[in-house]
């Protein structure tokens, strides 16, 4: 296996893992969660769920390590192409 089909590999799992980690942190557990208009029942369930509250902190946790992982990858793949415009995206 080459080195890019290597590093599009872990691109691809990369990605995927910050869509399941960023779908569960952003949509599952706060429509359980939060309440709208309502901060001391959002607290009282963030208090009764706190273990569900602690998945999707690492939800999101796992999507910013991924991102910036992705990041690194991307500019490894785009390199031989263009190296500023690899720079320049792994910055954005």
């Given at each position: 296996m080459t080195p890019v089909q290597t590093y599009a590999r872990?691109?691809?799992i990369?990605?995927?893992i910050s869509f399941i980690g960023g779908m569960f942190g952003e949509l599952i557990v706060p429509s359980t969660i939060i309440v709208p208009g309502n901060a001391a029942d959002t607290a009282n369930r963030i208090l009764a769920h706190d273990t569900l509250f602690r998945f999707g902190f690492a939800g999101y946790l796992s999507e910013a390590v991924c991102d910036v992982a992705l990041a690194l990858v991307f500019y490894v793949l785009l390199r031989p192409v263009h190296r500023n415009l690899a720079l320049f995206a792994a910055f954005l």
């Open positions: 872990i691109a691809g990369l990605l995927l």
